[in-house]
Nanobody
Protein backbone atom coordinates (compact mmCIF):
# COMPACT_ATOMS: atom_id res chain seq x y z
CA UNK A 1 0.00 0.00 0.00
CA UNK A 2 1.29 3.41 -0.94
CA UNK A 3 -0.07 6.46 0.82
CA UNK A 4 -0.13 10.11 -0.14
CA UNK A 5 -1.16 12.70 2.42
CA UNK A 6 -2.10 16.19 1.26
CA UNK A 7 -4.21 19.17 2.15
CA UNK A 8 -1.96 20.87 4.65
CA UNK A 9 -1.24 24.56 4.62
CA UNK A 10 -1.19 27.78 6.58
CA UNK A 11 -4.34 28.78 8.42
CA UNK A 12 -5.23 31.25 11.15
CA UNK A 13 -6.23 30.08 14.60
CA UNK A 14 -9.88 29.12 14.63
CA UNK A 15 -9.80 28.10 11.00
CA UNK A 16 -10.28 24.74 9.33
CA UNK A 17 -8.41 22.39 7.05
CA UNK A 18 -9.22 19.01 5.58
CA UNK A 19 -6.41 16.57 5.11
CA UNK A 20 -6.69 13.67 2.72
CA UNK A 21 -4.82 10.39 2.66
CA UNK A 22 -5.05 8.74 -0.75
CA UNK A 23 -3.97 5.15 -1.10
CA UNK A 24 -3.09 2.87 -3.95
CA UNK A 25 -4.08 -0.77 -3.96
CA UNK A 26 -7.38 -2.54 -3.47
CA UNK A 27 -6.16 -3.87 -0.12
CA UNK A 28 -6.60 -0.40 1.34
CA UNK A 29 -10.25 -1.18 2.00
CA UNK A 30 -9.25 -3.84 4.50
CA UNK A 31 -6.87 -1.61 6.47
CA UNK A 32 -7.45 0.63 9.41
CA UNK A 33 -5.98 4.10 8.99
CA UNK A 34 -4.43 6.42 11.49
CA UNK A 35 -3.27 10.00 11.51
CA UNK A 36 -0.25 11.04 13.51
CA UNK A 37 1.56 14.33 13.81
CA UNK A 38 4.98 15.53 14.76
CA UNK A 39 5.73 19.06 15.82
CA UNK A 40 9.23 20.46 15.53
CA UNK A 41 11.39 19.16 18.33
CA UNK A 42 8.70 16.85 19.64
CA UNK A 43 7.90 13.19 19.34
CA UNK A 44 5.32 11.87 16.92
CA UNK A 45 1.89 11.59 18.51
CA UNK A 46 -1.36 9.89 17.69
CA UNK A 47 -4.18 12.07 16.39
CA UNK A 48 -7.03 9.89 15.12
CA UNK A 49 -7.79 6.47 13.69
CA UNK A 50 -10.58 4.74 11.84
CA UNK A 51 -11.36 1.08 11.34
CA UNK A 52 -11.50 -0.51 7.89
CA UNK A 53 -15.28 -0.18 7.76
CA UNK A 54 -15.42 3.26 9.33
CA UNK A 55 -17.49 1.83 12.13
CA UNK A 56 -14.98 2.65 14.84
CA UNK A 57 -13.10 5.90 15.31
CA UNK A 58 -10.62 7.00 17.93
CA UNK A 59 -9.23 10.40 18.81
CA UNK A 60 -6.53 11.89 20.96
CA UNK A 61 -8.00 13.93 23.79
CA UNK A 62 -6.32 17.05 22.43
CA UNK A 63 -8.33 16.92 19.19
CA UNK A 64 -11.58 15.36 20.31
CA UNK A 65 -14.62 17.45 19.34
CA UNK A 66 -12.49 19.46 16.89
CA UNK A 67 -11.24 16.85 14.42
CA UNK A 68 -13.24 14.25 12.53
CA UNK A 69 -11.79 11.26 10.72
CA UNK A 70 -13.76 9.59 7.93
CA UNK A 71 -13.13 7.38 4.94
CA UNK A 72 -14.46 6.72 1.48
CA UNK A 73 -13.36 3.23 0.48
CA UNK A 74 -14.71 3.70 -3.03
CA UNK A 75 -12.15 6.48 -3.45
CA UNK A 76 -9.41 4.80 -1.41
CA UNK A 77 -9.22 7.93 0.69
CA UNK A 78 -9.32 8.82 4.35
CA UNK A 79 -10.03 12.36 5.50
CA UNK A 80 -9.20 14.35 8.59
CA UNK A 81 -11.44 17.36 8.99
CA UNK A 82 -9.79 19.78 11.37
CA UNK A 83 -11.85 22.61 12.85
CA UNK A 84 -11.12 25.23 15.48
CA UNK A 85 -7.42 24.91 14.80
CA UNK A 86 -4.99 26.12 17.40
CA UNK A 87 -1.34 27.15 17.09
CA UNK A 88 -0.43 24.02 19.04
CA UNK A 89 -1.84 21.93 16.19
CA UNK A 90 1.09 23.06 14.03
CA UNK A 91 2.92 19.93 12.92
CA UNK A 92 3.66 17.61 10.06
CA UNK A 93 0.73 15.24 9.74
CA UNK A 94 1.20 11.65 8.59
CA UNK A 95 -1.26 8.95 7.65
CA UNK A 96 -0.55 5.27 8.09
CA UNK A 97 -2.36 1.94 7.74
CA UNK A 98 -2.66 -0.99 10.08
CA UNK A 99 -4.04 -4.46 9.39
CA UNK A 100 -6.05 -4.41 12.57
CA UNK A 101 -7.24 -1.84 15.06
CA UNK A 102 -8.29 -2.45 18.63
CA UNK A 103 -9.31 -0.23 21.48
CA UNK A 104 -6.06 -1.16 23.23
CA UNK A 105 -3.61 -0.47 20.42
CA UNK A 106 -5.05 2.15 18.07
CA UNK A 107 -2.70 4.87 19.33
CA UNK A 108 0.50 2.82 18.97
CA UNK A 109 2.63 3.77 15.98
CA UNK A 110 4.12 0.27 16.01
CA UNK A 111 0.91 -1.35 14.73
CA UNK A 112 0.91 0.77 11.57
CA UNK A 113 3.04 -0.84 8.91
CA UNK A 114 2.81 1.55 5.97
CA UNK A 115 3.31 5.30 6.25
CA UNK A 116 2.84 8.14 3.84
CA UNK A 117 4.96 11.23 3.59
CA UNK A 118 3.80 14.08 5.75
CA UNK A 119 1.89 17.23 5.01
CA UNK A 120 2.67 20.41 6.90
CA UNK A 121 -0.06 22.14 8.88
CA UNK A 122 0.79 25.57 10.26
CA UNK A 123 -1.66 27.47 12.44
CA UNK A 124 -0.87 31.11 13.07
CA UNK A 125 -2.05 32.97 16.15
Amino acid sequence: VQLQAYGGGLVQAGGSLRLSCAASGRAFKSYAVGWFRQAAGKEREFVAAISWSGGATYYADSVKDRFTISRDNAKNTVYLQMNSLKPEDTAVFYCAVAPYLSSDTYYMAAIYNYWGQGTQVTVSS
